[in-house]
């Protein structure tokens, strides 16, 4: 078990991927930090609408109430957040697909004298057609937050 796990991402449209890294993260930490993007960061490299950042951080709320451990939401305005930065911090999720993030996170702690984060990496949890469940494929009306196909209208 980990002091204290982090884990960072957007969380628009909460679905079955998120809930899979949220739930390792509390699974392994004694607490768990989550970075949550500002709606400025969002902005910037998402495609489309993003829920606003209350709405998204309500939606994470509302999830991980069912979790019986400490926990604290932070808005994040970089890729990094308090994980950079955060000496308490001996654990990050990723997954694969932000692998590389968690990799630069050590790579500075490093440089800054702090201990590196045991990496724990959560698999890309797929739709029913084989490919990446994300939110802009749910904010297409390709899949719902589970992952099942929607049929074209």
Not at 37 to 52: H, I, K, M, N
Not at 119 to 133: E, F, H, Q, T, Y
């Amino acid at each position: 078990m980990f002091r204290k796990v982090v884990i960072g991402g957007t969380y628009d449209m909460l679905h079955k991927g998120h809930k899979k890294l949220l739930e390792t993260g509390f699974l392994i930490g004694k607490s768990v930090v989550i970075g949550l993007t500002s709606d400025e960061f969002a902005g910037r490299f998402r495609v489309g609408e993003v829920l606003s950042y209350e709405k998204r951080k309500a939606n994470l709320e509302g999830y991980i109430k069912q979790y019986d451990k400490p926990y604290k939401i932070i808005k994040i305005d970089d890729s990094y957040g308090i994980a950079t930065i955060d000496a308490d911090i001996d654990c990050i999720v990723a997954s694969e697909e932000t692998l590389l993030r968690a990799s630069e996170i050590n790579a500075i702690r490093f440089k800054k004298g702090l201990d590196k984060l045991v990496i724990v990496v959560v698999p890309i949890v797929v739709a029913d057609d084989g490919k990446p469940l994300s939110s802009d494929r749910i904010n297409r009306g390709e899949i719902n937050s589970e992952g099942r196909i929607l049929k074209k209208r």
